[in-house]
């Protein structure tokens, strides 16, 4: 399975803003410190605003921030909100569909696939590998 640019980039915007929490981030900060879309990443901010996973602040010192601690933000549930859709084929238009084993094998697989994201918070992620704000810093230096 692979899972859309959108979900990257939302997955992207929460790591950023759960290493850090002290203080509201520009969609404009996040974009620079990825290299990405200002635009795309504005969509992206908006559904998560939208979707109870950050809180937007507005004004001339505004910005945005995780709306609940990362621990309560589960992987799972995030990927299962950004992706529009998880059939891993298009069994639907398929003569062979009512009689086929694979549809069975796939569907589980996808189940086995949620079932290890369900297991994981943001706060997993952050966790996992450590400190990554050098590699944005060494990101921005270099451009």
Do not use: W
């Not at 990927?79 to 084993?101: K, M, Q, S, Y």
């Not at 549809?103 to 290890?116: I, N, P």
């Amino acid at each position: 399975m692979r899972l859309t640019r959108y979900t990257d980039y939302a997955l992207r915007v929460l790591l950023y803003l759960g290493h850090d929490q002290a203080r509201l981030r520009s969609i404009a900060e996040i974009a620079r410190a990825y290299a990405i879309s200002q635009n795309h990443l504005m969509k992206v901010v908006n559904d998560l605003v939208n979707a109870g996973y950050l809180e937007s602040v507005r004004g001339r010192t505004g910005g945005i921030r995780l709306a609940r601690p990362p621990a309560e933000i589960n992987v799972g549930a995030l990927i299962r909100h950004t992706e529009d859709d998880f059939d891993l084929v298009e069994c639907g238009a398929c003569l062979i569909a009512p009689a086929c084993g694979a549809t069975s094998v796939l569907d589980e697989a996808l189940g086995a696939f949620m079932t290890v994201l369900n297991g994981y918070s943001l706060a997993d992620l952050l966790a996992r590998k450590g400190d990554f704000s050098h590699l944005l810093r060494s990101q921005a230096a270099a451009r």
